[in-house]
């Protein structure tokens, strides 16, 4: 992204045709991606993720002189399949690095500066690992795929001996996360939760008496074993402390709070209407760390933005730590007085920060990229909350368009593109997305919606999509559009949506039910719900269970909802992006919502990509989706991009008959005209 210097005199062009400094190529230059932060005797791990690499993962850490050294050569992707969306990936044991490797699925082990040699068998999956003391080796959570039909999930202890596929020390749960050893090493922490629950639902917190290689008397603390006829627990994230306290996080009163284990209660600390944590769709979440005996450092999200606050649980005090950014992730002690994490800002890309917890000050380590934009050149979230059907209400990170080089003719409104994230238990995020400022500084408006279903808000909220899938969310992305075309602050009649997997879905919903969009952008969405429900993975192989209801009992319910059944409903463009290669939402649910709307002969467009997965990684993939995005708008709603875009066909696309872009006012020039 270039900055670029500001006329004297805004120039006048259409909304949407806005010349901005960032292009689709910008997006992915020069930028990685910072995730799986930890600290390891002091010494700060993460993984990059560079997207001109095809997005393979590379561990890294500090080098000691300021800069950056990778750990893993490039024959690695350091990244595990465990429920397909990984996390937690590797761990460092003194000298010593374990990891999963993407392209086979085998843990690795690798003397730092040394080769990786493969340490387990093909056919397993791990994550989440946590070494023993003195060399008596790892725990992990294992995916057992060697029956493909019948994939279990275990917790396994992992000698190090060559080919050693791992010891089951737990398998009496349908999948288990964050394996935690107390730090005199004779208990073992674990969460575990049981189909149809995802780990946003009901799961349990267990504790067992670990004695060399084998766990026993294990028994729940905390979660859906202790109320099995109560409304359902979320519990997560355990933690000791070093003289063998034990947190952990819960919902049990609407929001994610945390709690520390009082012989057998549980009693919650720093509680507040706020979550301190989000649903585990990538193992490894880290939300809190224990900086000793006496203190915890927790982030907690609140009035659009997180908050890291230091606790005293056994005096019941809390501190909070200003910190001049809006989200906060992987937080790991470096030292007593010392914290790292990932830092999101409203202004700049992602940074890992070190905090002195004691003063606040911190100082940054790693940046994921240059700064993006000058400051008045970015949109920034204006927080809505709005009316939907059955009256809830529903929320919205709102940006304006912005860009000072140009002003839109007298009169005109901008077109809208209402995002739809995925999950559905997904947020959407306030800190700097460039992906929206893409949009923003071409004259667009952009909504990000938190329909009902949506994290952020409690449990209640999280749980409002429960048997309303395909109901709920598309009539709270119609009332966004409802709500800000009153308020005069879009154009209705040029409004567009667009999300990838869950929110892909509801761009199909929405086109096929409402008619308050005009365009739609699905990315790797769903078109038939019963084929999801077959084809898809272990993991969310019961999903819609809760979402939808089970089947066979509510088949009719799944046809009703699947936009492949609601052809007739569709009468605006729409254009699909999909990977060849997805596990999670295969090729075939956008293949047969494409054939069948060319069939009909309405308005579509397809761009299927080779080699990508769920969720684009390679930058040339990014770069041809986002361009090929662009030219669809432009050629739906009648304006020309400033941009040099490749041509894409729109399968019968009537031609339209449109005024000038100005409407009659000579063209693009410079004025002081503001729309």
Same mark, same amino acid.
């Given at each position: 992204?270039?900055?670029?210097?500001?006329?004297?005199?805004?120039?006048?062009?259409?909304?949407?045709?806005? @010349?901005?400094?960032?292009?689709?190529?910008?997006?992915?230059?020069?930028?990685?991606?910072?995730?799986?932060?930890?600290?390891?005797?002091?010494?700060?791990?993460?993984?990059?993720?560079?997207? *001109?690499?095809?997005?393979?993962?590379?561990?890294?850490?500090?080098?000691?002189?300021?800069? !950056?050294?990778?750990?893993?050569?490039?024959?690695?992707? #350091?990244?595990?399949?465990?429920?397909?969306?990984?996390?937690?990936?590797?761990?460092?044991?003194?000298?010593?690095?374990?990891?999963?490797?993407?392209?086979?699925?085998?843990?690795?082990?690798?003397?730092?500066?040394?080769?990786?040699? %493969?340490?387990?068998?093909?056919?397993?999956?791990?994550?989440?690992?946590?070494?023993?003391?003195?060399?008596?080796?790892?725990?992990?959570?294992?995916?057992?795929?060697?029956?493909?039909?019948?994939?279990?999930?275990?917790?396994?202890?992992?000698?190090?001996?060559?080919?050693?596929?791992?010891?089951?020390?737990?398998?009496?749960?349908?999948?288990?996360?964050?394996?935690? !050893?107390?730090?005199?090493?004779?208990?073992?922490?674990?969460?575990?939760?049981?189909?149809?629950?995802?780990?946003?639902?009901?799961? +349990?917190?267990?504790?067992?008496?670990?004695?060399? +290689?084998?766990?026993?008397?294990?028994?729940? #603390?905390?979660?859906?074993?202790?109320?099995?006829?109560?409304?359902?627990?979320?519990?997560?994230?355990?933690?000791?402390?070093?003289?063998?306290?034990?947190?952990?996080?819960?919902?049990?009163?609407?929001?994610?709070?945390?709690?520390?284990?009082?012989?057998?209660?549980?009693?919650?600390?720093?509680?507040?209407?706020?979550?301190?944590?989000?649903?585990?769709?990538?193992?490894?979440?880290?939300?809190? =760390? #224990?900086?000793?005996?006496?203190?915890?450092?927790?982030?907690?999200?609140?009035?659009?933005?997180?908050?890291?606050?230091?606790?005293?649980?056994?005096?019941?005090?809390?501190?909070?730590?200003?910190?001049?950014?809006?989200?906060?992730?992987?937080?790991?002690?470096?030292? %007593?007085?010392?914290?790292?994490?990932?830092?999101?800002?409203?202004?700049?890309?992602?940074?890992?920060?070190?905090?002195?917890?004691?003063?606040?000050?911190?100082?940054?380590?790693?940046?994921? *990229?240059?700064?993006?934009?000058?400051?008045?050149?970015?949109?920034?979230?204006?927080?809505? +909350?709005?009316?939907?059907?059955?009256?809830?209400?529903?929320? @919205?990170?709102?940006?304006?368009?912005?860009?000072?080089?140009?002003?839109?003719?007298?009169?005109?409104?901008?077109?809208?593109?209402?995002?739809?994230?995925?999950?559905?238990?997904?947020?959407?995020?306030?800190?700097?997305?460039?992906?929206?400022?893409?949009?923003?500084?071409?004259?667009? %408006?952009?909504?990000?919606?938190?329909?009902?279903?949506?994290?952020?808000?409690?449990?209640?909220?999280?749980?409002?999509?429960?048997?309303?899938?395909?109901?709920?969310?598309?009539?709270?992305? %119609?009332?966004? #559009?409802?709500?800000?075309?009153?308020?005069?602050?879009?154009?209705?009649?040029?409004?567009?949506?667009?999300?990838?997997?869950? *929110?892909?879905?509801?761009?199909?919903?929405?086109?096929?039910?409402?008619?308050?969009?005009?365009?739609?952008?699905?990315?790797?969405?769903?078109?038939?719900?019963?084929?999801?429900?077959?084809?898809?993975?272990?993991?969310?192989?019961?999903?819609?269970?809760?979402?939808?209801?089970?089947?066979?009992?509510?088949?009719?319910?799944?046809?009703?909802?699947?936009?492949?059944?609601?052809?007739?409903?569709?009468?605006?463009?729409?254009? !699909?992006?999909?990977? =060849?290669?997805?596990?999670?939402?295969?090729?075939?649910?956008?293949?047969?919502?494409?054939?069948?709307?060319?069939?009909?002969?309405?308005?579509?467009?397809?761009?299927?990509?080779?080699?990508?997965?769920?969720?684009?990684?390679?930058?040339? +993939?990014?770069?041809?989706?986002?361009?090929?995005?662009?030219?669809?708008?432009?050629?739906?709603?009648?304006?020309?991009?400033?941009?040099?875009?490749?041509?894409?066909?729109?399968?019968?696309?009537? =031609?339209?008959?449109?005024?000038?872009?100005?409407?009659?006012?000579?063209?693009?020039?410079? *004025?002081?005209?503001?729309?």
């Amino acid at each position: 992204m270039a900055a670029a210097e500001t006329p004297a005199q805004p120039t006048v062009a259409p909304y949407g045709a806005w @010349a901005s400094p960032i292009t689709a190529e910008s997006l992915t230059a020069n930028k990685v991606e910072l995730s799986d932060l930890r600290v390891v005797d002091g010494r700060l791990f993460w993984t990059e993720s560079d997207p *001109g690499q095809g997005g393979r993962l590379t561990l890294v850490a500090e080098d000691g002189h300021g800069g !950056v050294r990778a750990m893993t050569p490039a024959s690695m992707n #350091v990244r595990t399949r465990v429920h397909e969306y990984g996390g937690a990936s590797y761990q460092v044991v003194g000298t010593r690095i374990f990891f999963s490797n993407f392209k086979d699925q085998q843990l690795y082990v690798q003397d730092i500066g040394g080769e990786p040699r %493969a340490l387990t068998p093909p056919g397993y999956r791990y994550a989440d690992l946590t070494a023993l003391a003195g060399g008596a080796g790892l725990i992990c959570v294992r995916q057992d795929h060697t029956d493909p039909a019948n994939v279990k999930n275990a917790l396994v202890l992992v000698s190090g001996a060559e080919n050693d596929a791992g010891r089951v020390l737990y398998e009496a749960s349908d999948f288990v996360a964050y394996p935690r !050893v107390s730090p005199d090493g004779r208990r073992l922490a674990f969460m575990a939760w049981n189909h149809p629950n995802m780990p946003w639902d009901d799961t +349990s917190l267990y504790v067992g008496d670990l004695s060399g +290689s084998r766990l026993s008397n294990v028994h729940a #603390v905390a979660g859906g074993q202790l109320i099995a006829d109560g409304p359902g627990e979320s519990v997560m994230e355990p933690r000791w402390a070093p003289g063998g306290a034990l947190y952990f996080i819960s919902d049990r009163t609407n929001f994610w709070n945390l709690y520390a284990l009082d012989g057998t209660s549980a009693r919650a600390l720093a509680p507040r209407n706020a979550e301190f944590a989000g649903p585990l769709w990538q193992l490894g979440q880290a939300n809190y =760390a #224990v900086m000793d005996n006496s203190r915890l450092l927790a982030r907690y999200s609140e009035g659009g933005r997180d908050h890291l606050v230091l606790i005293d649980p056994a005096k019941g005090t809390t501190r909070e730590l200003p910190l001049p950014f809006i989200g906060l992730r992987a937080i790991q002690r470096v030292d %007593a007085d010392h914290a790292a994490m990932i830092a999101l800002s409203a202004e700049a890309l992602p940074a890992i920060i070190v905090v002195d917890v004691s003063t606040g000050q911190h100082r940054t380590v790693r940046s994921a *990229g240059e700064p993006a934009l000058p400051a008045e050149i970015v949109s920034h979230a204006q927080q809505i +909350s709005f009316p939907s059907a059955g009256g809830r209400i529903a929320h @919205a990170n709102f940006y304006p368009p912005k860009n000072p080089a140009f002003r839109a003719p007298r009169g005109a409104k901008p077109p809208l593109l209402v995002l739809v994230h995925g999950g559905p238990t997904g947020q959407a995020p306030s800190a700097f997305n460039s992906t929206i400022q893409f949009w923003t500084t071409r004259g667009f %408006a952009v909504a990000d919606v938190d329909y009902g279903g949506s994290s952020g808000y409690g449990r209640a909220y999280r749980q409002s999509l429960n048997g309303q899938w395909g109901v709920v969310d598309v009539e709270d992305v %119609a009332a966004a #559009v409802r709500f800000l075309s009153r308020s005069g602050a879009i154009d209705p009649e040029q409004a567009a949506i667009r999300g990838g997997s869950a *929110g892909g879905y509801t761009v199909l919903g929405a086109l096929s039910q409402t008619t308050v969009f005009k365009a739609g952008a699905d990315y790797y969405g769903v078109s038939d719900m019963t084929a999801l429900a077959r084809d898809t993975h272990k993991f969310e192989s019961r999903y819609l269970d809760n979402l939808i209801g089970p089947l066979p009992a509510a088949q009719a319910i799944y046809d009703a909802r699947s936009p492949l059944n609601h052809l007739d409903g569709f009468s605006t463009p729409l254009i !699909v992006f999909q990977g =060849a290669e997805d596990p999670i939402v295969p090729p075939n649910q956008s293949r047969m919502i494409v054939e069948a709307l060319q069939k009909r002969g309405s308005p579509v467009a397809y761009l299927q990509f080779a080699g990508e997965g769920h969720g684009f990684r390679r930058s040339d +993939s990014i770069i041809t989706a986002l361009n090929a995005e662009l030219s669809f708008y432009g050629q739906v709603f009648g304006f020309e991009p400033a941009d040099r875009l490749p041509a894409l066909k729109i399968e019968n696309l009537p =031609a339209l008959s449109l005024p000038s872009p100005l409407a009659g006012e000579g063209g693009p020039r410079s *004025g002081s005209d503001e729309g």
